[in-house]
């Protein structure tokens, strides 16, 4: 699966990636033998790392999912309530419709970038792109500001107010205007927007950037073959670009389901519950309504639906 | 003929994301520096620029402070990763001990771990090591969370490099701390740099952390002092537009300066518990 014009870190991260497919796969990673001599002095070198990283993100996991089973305000002794937490959740429309928004997001930050940045590889696979690094530097540029601040600016330019509402009225569409943010049925989707203007450039940077290293003579045998566009796209620069697509999907999925930010921001989950998404839920139950035992369930519940999403799209890639 | 007629299209694509990704940047940034407090709908206009209402949100929000605390936590976390990435990155990729494989997976497993899952026990339990409403709070923890992609980032390196090296300099009787120093490290320069970016770029960014960790204290981060003044203010759509253009300008100028390394790490696929 290593192809030749991949980073190591980039093989590396895909590799690791398969590591939690299934113990079957890990063989892959272990082809080399260990490099270096046996040194107990290593143990010293991880030390800090492991002890760290056991302290503040392993120990406290673990916790999570202790918590979990527990009913616990924060203040008064949590007494233990097995899985009823868990039972609450999936009786529970409200909290349930926060896990189908979330997978509603993801069709706003995961799909539409990877359309958009796949369109654009298919179409500029063959030649070389002029001025790169000056459009990955713009492209990539909502991806580092901070995200409440893009949801500042947005909130801003969904208002009723605002300059997309003006913009419709201006051009006579002023009909079409309405309260994104505070609108039942267009609160998600406008979240769901600014999600797919944060991520659409980095899909295109990534995926223009793995097309630019598939060798033309791929192209020229597909050509010679007879391929059209469309084969060609399908048999050539998509398997090419089967490293990107994991890491394009592993990046914009995992910020679909751990959006926090932006609706914090943006929408406070309303209006009503209608942008409620798990990050949020966690947040608000645990620190402001001081159901920390539940919170802790839906905590736990988000990682699993991570990992369980991560493994997917790698056994997708890998294949 | 074909292929110029998709390069063109190609272009087009390029120019016109590039265009919506600027757009939006510019005009806050107008906004921002515009002389009326009242500004309402449609796009800022370039002619009456006034960079005071800057200074003035400086004040209103005491973005002084919160600037002055996301840059001592954000270098403090850059720092502390580092220094404990480094070596563990080192060891895992040139030298065996019992045990190896199973500690480097199961840092690993860190870059799987969401905050959400361990945010929740961090409040609680740091609660009573007094690391809450302080510094380390989010120093600590966030400097955790970056140390799984870390250890891996840099065994990719370490294992990039030649054997040869390594295996020299301990023919010559060099230690495997100066091996590191005075050898690989000197090397290792553009990947350090990238990791430090990033981890500059999630830190300076992060939100969720910061509010639990300091909800109970004065410190406020940059994001926070913006969203505070937001919902203090949320008709000073000038005041709005510079707290944000102040909170996104110092994680701007790093990605600007050091754009390669932090392209390079996105190439990879960094990601952040």
Redesign the interface.
């Known amino acids: 699966m290593t192809t030749t014009h991949v980073t190591p870190a980039q093989t590396e991260l895909a590799a690791a990636r398969v590591l939690r497919v299934g113990a079957g796969r890990t063989q892959r990673i272990r082809g080399s033998p260990p490099p270096g001599e046996p040194r107990r002095i290593g143990y010293l070198y991880v030390l800090p790392a492991l002890v760290l990283y056991v302290a503040f993100v392993l120990a406290p996991f673990v916790h999570t999912a202790i918590l979990s089973l527990y009913s616990w305000d924060g203040v008064t002794p949590a007494h233990f309530v097995g899985l009823r937490n868990f039972r609450d959740i999936f009786s529970n429309p409200v909290l349930l419709s926060a896990f189908e928004h979330a997978f509603i997001l993801i069709i706003f930050y995961a799909a539409l970038p990877t359309v958009i940045g796949l369109l654009l590889a298919g179409i500029m696979a063959r030649s070389p792109v002029r001025g790169m690094s000056l459009f990955s530097t713009v492209l990539f540029l909502p991806y580092v500001i901070a995200p409440t601040a893009v949801a500042v600016v947005w909130r801003w330019a969904l208002a009723p107010d605002g300059p997309l509402n003006q913009l419709l009225h201006d051009v006579g569409l002023g009909g079409l205007a309405k309260p994104w943010l505070g609108d039942f049925n267009w609160a998600l989707p406008s979240v769901g927007l600014i999600g797919t203007w944060v991520l659409y450039g980095l899909a295109m940077v990534l995926f223009l950037a793995g097309a630019q290293k598939i060798p033309r003579s791929l192209y020229d045998a597909a050509r010679i073959d007879g391929a059209g566009p469309v084969w060609e796209f399908l048999s050539v620069t998509l398997p090419g670009l089967r490293n990107e697509l994991v890491v394009v999907l592993v990046l914009t999925v995992t910020a679909a389901l751990r959006n926090f930010d932006t609706v914090y921001v943006a929408t406070s989950g309303g209006p009503g519950t209608a942008t409620t998404v798990p990050s949020y839920l966690v947040y608000n139950t645990a620190f402001v309504v001081g159901s920390v035992g539940a919170a802790a369930a839906l905590g736990l519940l988000l990682a699993v639906l991570i990992f369980v999403l991560n493994s997917a799209i790698t056994r997708l890639g890998s294949q | 003929m074909?292929?110029r007629l998709?390069?063109r299209?190609?272009y087009l694509?390029?120019t016109l994301?590039?265009v919506?990704?600027?757009l939006?940047?510019l005009?806050?940034l107008l906004l921002a520096l515009n002389k009326s407090t009242t500004a309402?709908?449609?796009?800022p206009s370039i002619s009456s620029l006034h960079p005071s209402n800057l200074g003035h949100v400086w004040t209103e929000a005491a973005f002084g402070p919160a600037m002055k605390a996301s840059a001592i936590i954000t270098l403090a976390t850059v720092a502390?990763s580092l220094?404990?990435?480094i070596?563990?990155g080192?060891?895992?990729?040139?030298?065996?001990?019992r045990g190896?494989?199973l500690?480097f997976?199961?840092?690993?497993?860190?870059?799987?771990?969401?905050?959400?899952?361990?945010?929740?026990?961090?409040?609680?339990?740091l609660r009573h090591f007094g690391l809450v409403d302080n510094y380390w709070g989010v120093v600590?923890?966030d400097?955790?969370?970056s140390?799984?992609f870390?250890?891996?980032?840099m065994?990719?390196?370490f294992?990039?490099t030649p054997?040869s090296l390594?295996e020299a300099a301990?023919l010559d009787g060099v230690g495997?701390f100066e091996t590191l120093v005075r050898v690989l490290l000197p090397l290792a320069r553009p990947h350090i740099l990238t990791m430090a970016v990033l981890v500059f770029?999630w830190t300076?960014?992060d939100?969720?952390l910061p509010?639990?960790m300091l909800?109970g204290s004065t410190i406020q981060t940059?994001?926070i002092s913006?969203?505070f003044f937001?919902s203090q203010h949320t008709t000073d759509?000038v005041g709005?537009?510079g707290?944000?253009?102040l909170?996104?300008a110092p994680?701007?100028a790093v990605?600007?300066l050091l754009?390669?390394n932090?392209?390079?790490g996105?190439?990879?696929?960094a990601?952040k518990?």
């Open positions: 074909i292929g998709e390069s299209l190609g694509m390029l994301g590039a919506i990704a600027l939006p940047v005009g806050v309402t709908g449609g796009f502390i220094v404990v990435s070596p563990a080192y060891a895992f990729a040139t030298m065996s001990f190896r494989g500690l997976y199961l840092l690993l497993l860190g870059l799987l771990v969401p905050l959400e899952a361990v945010v929740i026990p961090l409040y609680f339990d600590l923890p400097s955790a969370l140390v799984a870390g250890s891996f980032w065994r990719a390196f294992l990039s054997r390594v301990r495997a770029v300076w960014n939100f969720l509010l639990v909800s940059a994001p913006l969203v937001q759509i709005l537009a707290a944000a253009v909170t996104a994680v701007i990605y600007v754009q390669r932090f392209t390079r996105m190439l990879a696929g990601v518990g």
